[in-house]
């Protein structure tokens, strides 16, 4: 067997090994546990518990139509819907024909406060100045897993946030 050979069935042995412990469902929840009792708190962008009016209303309209589950607290459910906001926002304040320098140009000069709190774009970046949320795991009453917000920092430019 060659060494390359042999370094790629290392490689598989470890890769099976580890999506066999994230498939087997106790040990993730088992690991999240430790998480919990640990007081591990992590940034994000979007939590379910956001406390603002429009996440209200997105976390409702998300359990109607998902079995009465809140969204998963990670950065797509509420940076997709925000997304979408903002193009919206800056298509419509376009007059004339929608090309993608218009569109760039408009997005520029859009601010949205959506599901996943405020969200503008500026100074000619590209990537969007958000809120962000420090959040802890919490178990839910149906026994799922989610984020809790414990703090927040409101408009964090594209280089992060400096502490001190």
Request: charged share 25%; proline share 2%.
């Amino acid at each position: 067997m060659s060494d390359r050979n042999l370094v790629e069935h290392v490689e598989a042995f470890a890769i099976k090994r580890v999506l066999d412990y994230l498939n087997d469902t106790e040990n993730v929840d088992d690991a999240i546990e430790k998480a919990m009792d640990w007081g591990v708190y992590a940034p994000i962008n979007y939590a379910y518990s956001i406390e603002n009016d429009e996440n209200t209303a997105f976390v409702e309209q998300w359990k109607a139509e998902n079995e009465g589950k809140v969204p998963v607290g990670s950065n797509l459910p509420g940076a997709g819907y925000t997304a979408l906001l903002m193009i919206k926002e800056a298509a419509e304040s376009i007059s004339g024909e929608i090309t993608s320098e218009a569109l760039y140009e408009a997005l520029q000069n859009t601010s949205v406060t959506a599901a996943e709190g405020h969200s503008s774009f500026g100074d000619g970046n590209r990537i969007a100045v958000k809120d962000v949320y420090i959040v802890k795991v919490v178990k839910l009453d149906d026994g799922s897993f989610n984020y809790e917000v414990v703090d927040t920092y409101n408009d964090v430019p594209v280089s992060g946030l400096t502490v001190g």
